[in-house]
């Protein structure tokens, strides 16, 4: 039945890694679920998707091989018994170049890897939200497949689930040029005024899944990183916002800057103040 849907929804799941979670469900001895999951947005980014999952599942390792020292206290008090510390979900959102032939080698090199695929692209906002609905995890994130935001990054958050169920994040001060400088400015701005909510807050967060679940989202552009945390928020959900850094790309530009995209995000914006 998921599969029939899946496929009514055009979206297709690596063979191998279905067969391997059907295994591991059917067992009589089931694994706990991972602490995170993390979940990689992959659209035309042949050139960087390797390097980004290589560089998660060497966090992993590393957090584990530390004993978890960025937050000692943080797993026992919080989660209770769990397996492996991270999964990574590869969401390849219907890409025209090979990004879908490198998550497949992917997916099957490291068993922490699983990888679904859009077949047509279908935007960011339905990309996090097929990501988060594979995910199996305690706490899900999401990071870009162009590696602008590193894993360890979320060394800055996992402390404070010590504390809340949601941590978000803004950046810190910017190397972006002139143009997307004066988009950013103009998007804040519709923000603030739209929603009384700080429009600095980007994708890159860490919530517990439970609450996603419980938070449907519709918007298909990256307003869909405002949706949810806004709606979490406008519900009294506790919080904490940390400060991240953005590095360069490294290959491949933007896709955030054309003038249809632009279009779209200030049309979903509109339709999300009116849906309330």
Known sequence: ???????????????????????????????????????????????????????????????????????????????????????????????????????????????????????SNKGMGATVRTGYAAATGCFVTQLPGDGQVGPKTLERFLP?????????????????????????????????????????INGTMIVRRELVEKTPTKTSTFVANLELPFRLMDRGVEHRVVEITAIPRQRGQSKVTNVRRILRVAGELIRLRIRG
């Open 1 to 119: 039945m998921f599969l029939g849907l899946a496929r009514t929804f055009g979206i297709r799941f690596t063979l191998g890694n279905i067969q391997k979670q059907q295994t591991t469900d059917d067992s009589s001895s089931r694994v706990a679920a991972p602490f995170l999951s993390v979940v990689v947005l992959a659209y035309n980014e042949e050139g960087n998707l390797s390097s980004q999952v290589s560089a998660v599942l060497s966090w992993f390792d590393e957090l584990k091989a530390s004993d978890y020292a960025c937050c000692p206290d943080l797993l026992e008090h919080r989660t209770g018994p769990f397996g492996e510390f991270g999964e990574l979900i590869i969401v390849n959102d219907g890409s025209t170049d090979d990004t879908g032939d490198v998550a497949d080698a992917l997916g099957k090199s490291d068993a922490r890897v699983r990888v679904v695929h859009h077949e």
């Open 160 to 200: 404070h689930l010590a504390d809340v169920d949601m941590v978000l994040s803004v950046y810190e001060e910017r190397e972006d040029g002139a143009h997307r400088k004066f988009l950013s400015a103009g998007f804040q701005t519709m923000v603030r005024l739209m929603f009384r909510h700080d429009p600095r």
